[in-house]
């Protein structure tokens, strides 16, 4: 079976840190992939996402994520976060034709001033 | 309002009770997903549908049914309700496969 895998369930750091959260996906073919944000209370919302080309993306916020096909990974960083960065992160692939998406178990960040 | 909504956003039922959540959108997308969110278990798929009439199981359907009868509905009942399926429902849609899958607020159902 597919599966995403995110290595850190939960982190702490202070603000002006730097963050970095790790991805892999168990699929050899041709993937989609995305990061997600859900603040607080809200719904999931769209961090990034690659679906071909330049492997490092940049998506809203100053987040940014490389995709490396021979490492099945989908890192996502950030230089230097801010307290309103406290959220849950997903990773997500898609690789089927039905736009179905496989979700890693997320990870919680806490932003501390 | 254009979007996508579900209703209600919070639900206490009784343990065998039927339940069902609605998921609307507004942008005539194509596939609609619903997802369970379970802590340690990131999102699940339990239903999602190509189009109006085609729906087809994802990895957690047990103890859920759908519907779709209009492109921009997507209920989801619960048909006698258990207590493992406490949980945040979140429906989702995507316009096109090259794009990414928007979602609505989620639905808070508590079983008791």
């Known amino acids: 079976a597919q599966s995403v895998s995110q290595h850190n369930h939960h982190v702490i750091l202070s603000e002006a840190a730097s963050l970095e959260l790790g991805c892999n996906y168990s699929?050899?073919?041709?993937?989609?992939l995305f990061w997600y944000v859900q603040y607080p209370g809200q719904h999931l919302q769209l961090l990034l996402k690659y679906f071909s080309g330049d492997p490092l993306v940049k998506g809203i916020k100053g987040f940014e994520a490389e995709f490396i096909k021979s490492k099945f990974s989908f890192n996502l960083r950030k230089p230097s976060v801010q307290w309103s960065d406290t959220a849950e992160y997903f990773c997500?692939?898609?690789?089927?034709?039905?736009?179905?998406?496989?979700f890693g178990a997320g990870t919680q960040v806490v932003v501390t001033p | 309002d254009a979007g996508i909504t579900q209703s209600p956003r919070y639900k206490i039922t009784e343990t065998g009770r039927q339940v069902t959540l609605m998921c609307h959108q507004t942008w005539s997308h194509s596939y609609m997903f619903w997802y369970r969110q379970d802590l340690g278990h990131g999102l699940r798929l339990i239903y999602y549908?190509?189009?109006?009439?085609?729906?087809d199981k994802g990895e957690v359907p047990d103890g859920y049914v759908v519907s779709r009868s209009k492109t921009e509905n997507f209920p989801l009942t619960l048909e006698s309700a258990t207590r493992s399926q406490t949980s945040v429902y979140f429906c989702?849609?995507?316009?096109?496969?090259?794009?990414?899958?928007?979602f609505g607020q989620g639905t808070r159902l508590t079983v008791v």
């Open positions: 989702a849609s995507i316009g096109t496969l090259d794009t990414e899958a928007f």
């Open positions: 699929y050899g073919g041709t993937v989609n």
């Open positions: 549908s190509a189009a109006a009439d085609i729906t």
């Open positions: 997500a692939v898609n690789i089927d034709s039905w736009g179905k998406l496989q």
